[in-house]
């Protein structure tokens, strides 16, 4: 079993890569498909100049967690991600066992990456499998196909990666309850640590979006998509897995620690092009684009696009709704220490009306969402906007 992480003293690190082979038909993340390799070892460069402004600034100290997402961080060559994590190291360190995450395409792995960047302390590998089916991942616009996952599974575990993610997603065009129950029965025969099983969004700007906006995408009903949700959580706690956030599974003590930093809403620092940060009550926003993210670091300056100072009840509202994400809900005691007031008497118009119709309740000093609110978050969340 994972060990439990120490006591948090040190920040949350996520590290943007902004980098792909090409844009998935669902995705609005910040990414730029088919650059150089010159453009990418720059970028590195850059990481390193934004961490040594950081580490001067806020002294924040060596890492509890540190998170590489994009885009498609292992389209790095292993050398450039070994570099990255190496000027993490040497600027803020991190704690001992420290969760060190990565995202990873299966079709941009071999053993070579793999063996480097555990090597290099990354000790959770986030595979983007998202199903198990060739057509869905062809229309989807994936570079992998089912057989790549099996691949990139198998050879993680050479690595000695013994702390694996699968994110699938269901509500896909013309995925059927039977297809998706498929994807999951293969899933779990891999038994990873960790499984995210997300719904589809469709945002607009997305080549999926323009799709649908024209009338011309073939969505799954709600009910079907309800009916997916179920088969997921059913499937999972029978094969040993628990809930832990609404759209999160994990065998125990397999958490993931850097997610729950956003759903505690504790502080964080992100790196790179389009990387946001909540620190001492701000919050703020890197320069999307390239040159300008380039262009700032080079004249000795945070690349920070917006900054906001977060009100106590912005602060307040948003410890809620992220934190009704969890299946334990928000801390009740923990929300009065942070802030002196109870969640309760703050919220009490709000509640009552969620108490009303049945989508929240109290237990075990935890406000948390009901069975029947699970799938209605939403409508939940927008109480406390």
């Given amino acids: 079993m994972q060990k439990e992480l120490p006591p948090r003293v040190g920040p949350a690190l996520y590290i943007h890569i902004p980098f792909c082979v090409r844009k998935c038909h669902y995705c609005d993340f910040v990414s730029y498909p088919g650059q150089a390799p010159g453009v990418m070892a720059a ?74 960047l555990r090597a290099a302390g990354v000790n959770r590998l986030s595979l983007g499998a998202q199903a198990f089916d060739d057509a869905l991942l062809k229309a989807m616009g994936r570079i992998h196909r ?51 099983v ?79 940060s909540s620190w001492q009550g701000r919050r703020w926003r890197n320069y999307d684009d390239l040159g300008q993210y380039r262009a700032a670091l080079s004249a000795g300056l945070l690349p920070r696009a917006e900054i906001d100072t977060l009100t106590r009840h912005q602060q307040m509202a948003e410890t809620m709704f992220m934190g009704l994400r969890l299946i334990a809900g928000v801390d009740l005691e923990a929300f009065r220490r942070r802030f002196g007031v109870d969640a309760r008497v703050v919220y009490a118009r709000e509640l009552t009306r969620l108490y009303q119709v049945g989508l929240v309740e109290e237990r075990g000093g935890h406000l948390r969402l009901t069975e029947k609110g699970l799938p209605l978050a939403n409508v939940v969340f927008v109480e406390f906007v």
């Fill in 43 to 116: 970028y590195g460069r850059d990481l390193a100049k934004e961490m040594a402004l950081v580490d001067t600034r806020w002294q924040p100290g060596p890492a509890a967690t540190v998170y590489l997402g994009g885009g498609t961080p292992t389209l790095l060559p292993g050398v450039e991600l070994e570099a990255v994590l190496g000027a993490v190291a040497r600027t803020f360190g991190w704690q001992s066992g420290a969760e060190i995450s990565m995202e990873a395409n299966p079709g941009t792995v071999d053993t070579a990456k793999l063996q480097a």
């Fill in 146 to 196: 089912r057989q790549d996952i099996y691949q990139a599974y198998h050879l993680a575990r050479r690595a000695g990666f013994n702390n694996i993610n699968l994110d699938l997603i269901f509500g896909l065009p013309g995925q059927t309850l039977a297809s998706w129950r498929a994807t999951l029965k293969e899933a779990l025969a891999l038994q990873p640590e960790h499984m995210a």
């Fill in 198 to 276: 997300y719904s589809l969004q469709v945002e607009e700007g997305t080549f999926w979006g323009d799709l649908a906006a024209a009338g011309e995408l073939a969505l799954p009903g709600e009910e079907l998509e309800l009916a997916m949700y179920q088969a997921a959580r059913e499937r999972l706690a029978a094969a040993g897995y628990q809930q832990y956030e609404i759209s999160n599974f994990a065998r125990p003590g397999y958490e993931c620690h850097h997610n729950l930093t956003y759903w505690l809403n504790h502080p964080y620092l992100g790196l790179g092009a389009a990387a946001a």
